[in-house]
């Protein structure tokens, strides 16, 4: 669900990005830049979530405890950061993308626009590494793969779909529904790191608490996030 929700909103920017050139009558001049940015992204991706997984092999017992615990306290603080800047961005993303695309190829393209492209999709995928690397748990990498895998493949074929009109779908809903998830995950997260830092000398008070700091944390920032979600009108104008 997490990389559904993530690479979803890259192949949104993405749209965007080519639609704009589209309009402009730019896309075949330019497409390739925004097609190298992404690749570049992709490849800056999987090398941070190599690095990761490399790291934490390197590492036993409290070293790791406190490694995996910090990085499942920091995924939480990230993935309900992303939930709440998407909702805040909703309005202007579509304005503030014309506007870089149109600087970019006022430029010159090429780089300018492969940077565009770039850091949007980058910003989705290493926040993807990090979740996918605190989600692997006991289950191992095969689960993990697996799942990300198929939220990849739909989040494509949902973007594709979007942006050739031949899918009408309720951008609302759908960002209402997948924040909500995204902030129960955040909050398991939650109770999965101070676990770990209880258990590297944290002490056992700090386990307890887990639990109830995570229902409060879910409780609160999901109605918050409900009673602020707006309809992303901003995406779904310039597609």
Not at 1 to 17: H, Q
Not at 66 to 93: C, D, H, N, P
Not at 121 to 146: H, K, N, P, Y
Request: charged share 15%; hydrophobic share 55%.
């Amino acid at each position: 669900m997490i990389i559904l929700r993530e690479a979803f909103e890259a192949s949104l920017v993405l749209g965007l990005v080519f639609a704009f050139l589209n309009r402009i009558d730019q896309r075949e001049r330019h497409g390739g830049a925004v097609w190298k940015g992404t690749a570049w992204a992709v490849a800056l991706s999987v090398a941070a979530g190599a690095l990761l997984f490399a790291t934490v092999g390197e590492l036993h017992g409290t070293a790791e405890q406190v490694y995996e615990g910090s990085a499942m306290l920091l995924a939480a603080v990230v993935l309900t950061w992303m939930v709440f800047w998407m909702r805040r961005q909703a309005k202007t993303i579509g304005g503030a993308l014309r506007t870089q695309v149109g600087d970019a190829v006022a430029s010159g393209g090429g780089m300018a626009l492969a940077l565009v492209a770039f850091v949007a999709v980058a910003r989705e995928g290493l926040e993807s590494a990090l979740f996918l690397f605190v989600s692997v748990g006991d289950e191992g990498i095969v689960q993990t793969a697996l799942g990300g895998t198929l939220g990849l493949l739909a989040a494509i074929a949902l973007g594709v779909a979007f942006y050739r009109g031949s899918l009408k779908l309720d951008l609302h809903r759908f960002f209402l529904v997948t924040g909500i998830l995204v902030i129960a995950f955040a909050a398991y997260l939650l109770v999965g790191g101070m676990h770990e830092l209880g258990e590297a000398g944290g002490g056992e008070a700090l386990e307890l608490a887990g639990p109830a700091v995570a229902i409060a944390f879910a409780g609160v920032c999901g109605w918050l996030y409900v009673r602020g979600a707006r309809t992303p009108a901003g995406v779904r104008e310039a597609a």
